[in-house]
């Protein structure tokens, strides 16, 4: 249990610098290149989520 907590400490903490450095970068892209980041964020968001729930799920 001790390790699957780290994981997610350490996803979490990805996700955060991920952020950052995709609100620095994306102002400087095209509006193409926005909107295909934005769509491709929430897919990986709903698949993030689905992939939490079954690992939940699975635990209990």
């Known amino acids: 249990m001790?390790?699957?907590?780290k994981v997610i400490k350490s996803l979490a903490i990805?996700?955060?610098f991920g952020v950052a450095i995709?609100?620095?970068?994306?102002?400087e892209l095209d509006r193409?290149?926005?909107r295909n980041?934005?769509?491709t964020?929430?897919?990986l968001r709903c698949a993030?989520?689905?992939?939490?729930d079954n690992i939940l799920?699975?635990?209990?």
């Open 14 to 16: 990805g996700t955060v």
């Open 48 to 52: 993030a989520g689905d992939a939490y």
């Open 22 to 27: 995709g609100m620095m970068v994306l102002p």
């Open 32 to 34: 193409k290149t926005q």
């Open 57 to 60: 799920d699975y635990i209990n």
């Open 41 to 43: 964020s929430k897919k």
């Open 2 to 5: 001790l390790f699957l907590g």
């Open 37 to 39: 980041i934005r769509r």
